[in-house]
C-alpha cells in the first residue's frame, strides 16, 4: 500500500530555513508527480508545490514562489521541500502527496511554526 512519511519540521524563527522530507513507498515513485500542500489550523488546505516525474519540471504558488524549493531524488524514493525565508504565515501542517494538485494519497504530515 501507498505510504508516505514526512519528517523535517520544527519551530523556527521568522527568516529561518527548514528542509522537509518525505520518505515514498508501497508504488512506483518515480511514475508520478508529486506535491506539497499545507494546512494552517482552522484553514483549507492550500497547494504549495508540485515537481514533475523527472524533476526538471516545478511548479510554486505565489505566497512561496522565490522562497521554496521541491526536489525529489527518485533513486531513494524522497521528494523535499527546502523552505527559505520563513514567514509567520507559512505556519501549517505540511503533507506530501501524489497528484499534481496534491489530492490524492497524503501522508500523515510535518508541523512547520514561524514565530
Known amino acids: 500500500h501507498v505510504q508516505l512519511v514526512e519528517s523535517g519540521g520544527g519551530s523556527v524563527q521568522a527568516g529561518g530555513s527548514l528542509r522537509l522530507s518525505c520518505a515514498a513507498s508501497?508504488?512506483?515513485?518515480?511514475?508520478?508527480?508529486m506535491a506539497w500542500v499545507r494546512q494552517a489550523p482552522g484553514k483549507e488546505v492550500e497547494w504549495v508545490s508540485n515537481?514533475?516525474?523527472?524533476?526538471?519540471?516545478?511548479n510554486y504558488a505565489d505566497s512561496v514562489l522565490g522562497r521554496f524549493t521541491i526536489s525529489r531524488d527518485n533513486t531513494k524514493n524522497m521528494l523535499y521541500l527546502q523552505l527559505n525565508d520563513l514567514k509567520t504565515e507559512d505556519t501549517a501542517m505540511y503533507f506530501c502527496?501524489?497528484?499534481?494538485?496534491?489530492?490524492?494519497?497524503r501522508g500523515q504530515g510535518t508541523q512547520v511554526t514561524v514565530s
Open positions: 502527496a501524489k497528484g499534481a494538485a496534491g489530492d490524492e494519497e
Open positions: 508501497g508504488y512506483t515513485y518515480s511514475n508520478y508527480v
Open positions: 515537481i514533475n516525474r523527472s524533476g526538471k519540471s516545478k
